[in-house]
């Protein structure tokens, strides 16, 4: 199994930022991609950034040109940084890893911004 302990997440007014990190540990056999996931309720879980091992970056059309993933694979964490918040990016934040095709999520982390 693979752990994922993310921190990060909190209350911050529109306009403000946040960064989440998601540090993996366990059973590692070798990470093809870690991204982020949010769901706000009443809503289906989206993705909102991806980043590969070789460091391609994917985003939702939503968070272009304000959040910004990064991923050091050295210590098998992965970051999102988060400027320019809106309301409607409030939503629990999942972290996600793609390892060998198994599939591992965190516990989620929670991120409220206030108007």
Known sequence: ???????????????????????ASGSILSINSMGWYRQAPGNQRELVALITSG???????????????????????VYLQMNSLKPEDTAAYYCHVLDRGRNFWGQGTQVTVSS
């Open 55 to 77: 460091g391609t970056t994917n985003y939702a059309e939503s968070v272009k040109g304000r959040f910004t993933i990064s991923r050091d694979n050295a210590k098998n964490t």
């Open 1 to 23: 199994q693979v752990q994922l302990v993310e921190s990060g997440g909190g209350l911050v007014q529109a306009g403000g930022s946040l960064r989440l990190s998601c540090a």
